[in-house]
């Protein structure tokens, strides 16, 4: 495993991150049991991964209990990474509908607390802000509260983590270029480059670390996911439409070509593509058995692609037709 500087903050963490959402949530068509969880997170750990990226609205608060209790004496060898905003003391969540969002001094102080008590620790190594919209980016009074967080030991530093679908560029951008953000996590994949290249762009002149999720394309570039396949309403993936899907399948079919000249499969081509990018940090793949560990954790072996590989590629993406991109309502 090699591990990468997260941002201006200096936390070292491991190229490949375990996104701990799968533990909390039944959305990847998989109900993962505790004692499986701990399982996964064991052998996380002992491939090299260090770093665990969770939220509190993840099973209501299941996966950062999960992460407390398999890393409990062991703080000093992980970095902890969670989520709030959503606030699910107050709200039940029910399927994928969004939660009304708090991101007040006292919410914050109130969300901290009882994510420090599941995860059996006194500070959190990357406290995030979950989908944040415009206006709460440029609420001075949140970012303060952030700030004196740091001071207090309480937080080492702070990611803003944009969606929850693809976009939100703008929202990115004001964060690293106005905010003292150490991390910015997005989706970005080989099909579906923006705004991560944007973010990318600023994220290296910023010295902010790009935190990588849904690097598969919601399973298109593991082969999970094919023309034939059936996705239940329940599973995330759902949000992918029929054509979607084989026009998808399409391009995969133009990139095989730069895929088996560097003796790679599709998989290990998406995987290496976003780590030839120098602001990445971590990547976050959908991660819901131990096979999945072991393929991923033995693809950051520092042998990525070429600049002609990856201006290729980007070639390519170019030719694309391009997809929608959300955004908060008011971004000017």
Not at 82 to 101: C, V
Not at 168 to 197: D, S
Not at 301 to 310: A, Q
Request: proline share 3%; no cysteine; hydrophobic share 35%.
């Amino acid at each position: 495993m090699k591990y990468r500087t997260l941002g201006k903050s200096g936390i070292k963490v491991s190229e490949i991150g375990f996104g701990a959402w799968t533990l909390g949530l039944d959305w990847w068509g998989k109900k993962i049991e505790d004692d499986e969880a701990k399982r996964l997170l064991k052998k996380a750990y002992d491939v090299g991964i260090n770093y665990f990226e969770s939220g509190d609205i993840y099973g209501r608060g299941k996966s950062e209990r999960l992460i407390g209790e398999v890393f409990s004496g062991m703080r000093n060898d992980v970095v902890i990474s969670t989520k709030y905003g959503y606030d699910i003391y107050s709200n039940e969540q029910i399927g994928h509908k969004e939660l009304p969002q708090k991101f007040t001094p006292e919410f914050t102080d109130f969300a901290l607390q009882k994510s420090l008590e599941r995860l059996q620790t006194d500070y959190v190594d990357v406290y995030g802000l979950h989908n944040p919209k415009i206006h709460t980016i440029r609420d001075d009074v949140i970012f303060e509260s952030l700030d004196k967080k740091i001071k207090e030991g309480k937080i080492k530093s702070y990611q803003v983590a944009l969606g929850p679908a693809i976009g939100w560029a703008q929202e990115g951008i004001e964060a690293m270029e106005k905010r003292n953000t150490t991390a910015v996590q997005t989706v970005y994949n080989i099909l579906e480059q923006n705004p991560g290249n944007k973010l990318i762009e600023h994220a290296q002149q910023y010295n902010v670390g790009i935190l990588v999720r849904v690097p598969d394309a919601s399973g298109i570039l593991t082969g999970k996911v094919n023309a034939d396949t059936k996705v239940s309403e329940k599973d995330h993936r759902s949000v992918r439409s029929g054509d979607w899907i084989k026009e998808s399948l399409k391009k995969v079919d133009q990139l095989m070509p730069i895929a088996k000249r560097n003796g790679l499969n599709i998989t290990e081509l998406a995987i290496k593509f976003i780590l030839s990018q120098n602001a990445v940090s971590s990547v976050l793949p959908t991660i819901v058995d131990e096979e999945e560990i072991v393929m991923f954790a033995q693809m950051t072996d520092g042998k990525y692609l070429s600049s002609s590989d990856v201006n290729e590629i980007t070639t390519l993406f170019s030719q694309w037709p391009a997809y929608e991109l959300k955004a908060s309502a008011q971004t000017a």
